[in-house]
T-cell receptor, first 114, second 113 residues
Framework: QQQVKQSPQSLIVQKGGISIINCAYE??????FPWYQQFPGKGPALLIA?????SEKKEGRFTISFNKSAKQFSLHIMDSQPGDSATYFC?????????????FGQGTTLQVKP | DTAVSQTPKYLVTQMGNDKSIKCEQN?????MYWYKQDSKKFLKIMFS???????INETVPNRFSPKSPDKAHLNLHINSLELGDSAVYFC????????????FGPGTRLTVT
């Protein structure tokens, strides 16, 4: 099964709070787990990515936590800001025989209230 | 400088018509993609070309035909448009086929009436 399940579908957080988005996958052959951010009217843009041999990766206020045994990974946005309001997609890609095919989660619309 | 550009940004047309969307990237990438984003924002890959060669061809109606005249351009032609084709179509590119780092264009919102 090449599926990535994402939750929640939507999320409202107060400014300064922590936003948490979760994803689960089934195919253990996935080898990269990127997160994409999409603002209204724009295309998705790569935010941060992690390999399954790493349990956590942090870039600024954005952190990916990875649990290989549970086949789950999550995005944490610390000190959430109104400018973070966007739709976030987790994704997974697979080797070998990977042709750059990204399997996207269903997306989470984040609203950060001032 | 726009990295991945698409034209047109909006496309409104009637059922049964044929339309094309054009995509160009100036990143020097070898691989380009077409994605469809439906009304629920679900993103699904349709096609991918590497150096003008088709490498991903998902289960898409054969009314959709991609064409890559060179590695910087990937066009999407749609015949006999149907209501269900209404969506936002994104072009993307990456350095190589195995890359998870893909650069997306601004999208083309297609509305079929």
């Amino acid at each position: 099964q090449q599926q990535v399940k994402q939750s929640p579908q939507s999320l409202i957080v107060q400014k300064g709070g922590i936003s948490i988005i979760n994803c689960a996958y089934e195919n253990t052959a996935f080898d990269y787990f990127p997160w994409y951010q999409q603002f209204p009217g724009k295309g998705p843009a790569l935010l941060i990515a992690i390999r399954p041999d790493v349990s956590e990766k942090k870039e600024g206020r954005f952190t990916i936590s990875f649990n290989k045994s549970a086949k789950q990974f999550s995005l944490h946005i610390m000190d959430s800001q109104p400018g973070d309001s966007a739709t976030y997609f987790c994704a997974a890609s697979r080797r070998p025989g990977n042709t750059g095919k990204l399997i996207f989660g269903q997306g989470t619309t984040l609203q950060v209230k001032p | 400088d726009t990295a991945v550009s698409q034209t047109p940004k909006y496309l409104v047309t009637q059922m049964g018509n044929d339309k094309s969307i054009k995509c160009e990237q100036n990143l020097g990438h070898d691989t380009m993609y077409w994605y469809k984003q439906d009304s629920k924002k679900f993103l699904k890959i349709m096609f991918s070309y590497n150096n003008k060669e088709l490498i991903i061809n998902e289960t898409v109606p054969n009314r959709f035909s991609p064409k890559s005249p060179d590695k910087a351009h990937l066009n999407l032609h749609i015949n006999s448009l149907e209501l269900g084709d209404s969506a936002v179509y994104f072009c993307a590119s990456s350095q190589e086929p195995q890359s998870y780092e893909q650069y997306f264009g601004p999208g083309t919102r297609l509305t079929v009436t």
